[in-house]
């Protein structure tokens, strides 16, 4: 995934940064909300029932009902989202969790161009 962004006009929400489509913003943010609603910490089941329900039209985002694809969640939200560190995936424990790596990810990318900005 590409992050293309505005230095001069960053949305609020970074969902906005990350993701291409309002559909898209809207489901990743639904996705780390119900991840927090529970503990932070989800199982494979869990994921699977929030994926059945985005995908049978049953799931709200503001009180209006959201529909969403189930292989396009995994594929385009899912996917995305643990690649960028945004979503943790414990092989272990079969749990997805919020994680912090995306910051470090970022903090990687500036340092990469400090270099090659220093390069003369």
């Keep these: 995934m590409v992050i293309l962004f505005d230095q001069y006009n960053l949305p609020e929400n970074v ?3 990350v993701f291409a489509t ?3 913003i809207q489901v990743g943010e639904m ?8 503990g932070g910490v989800i199982n494979k089941r869990q994921m699977s029932a929030f994926a059945k329900k ?12 959201i529909s969403y694809n189930k ?3 995994y594929d385009r939200i899912l996917t995305p989202m643990k ?12 749990t997805y969790s919020i994680s912090k790596k995306f910051c ?5 990318i500036s340092e990469k161009w400090s270099k090659e900005y220093d390069k003369s």
């Design 15 to 17: 969902y906005e940064v």
């Design 104 to 108: 470090a990810a970022l903090d990687s």
């Design 83 to 94: 690649a960028m560190g945004l979503v943790a995936y414990d092989m272990y424990e079969r």
């Design 31 to 38: 996705l780390v909300n119900y991840i927090k609603k529970h």
């Design 71 to 73: 292989r396009q969640f």
């Design 54 to 65: 985005l995908h049978r039209g049953d799931a709200e985002y503001n009180g209006e009902k």
């Design 22 to 24: 309002d559909l898209q």
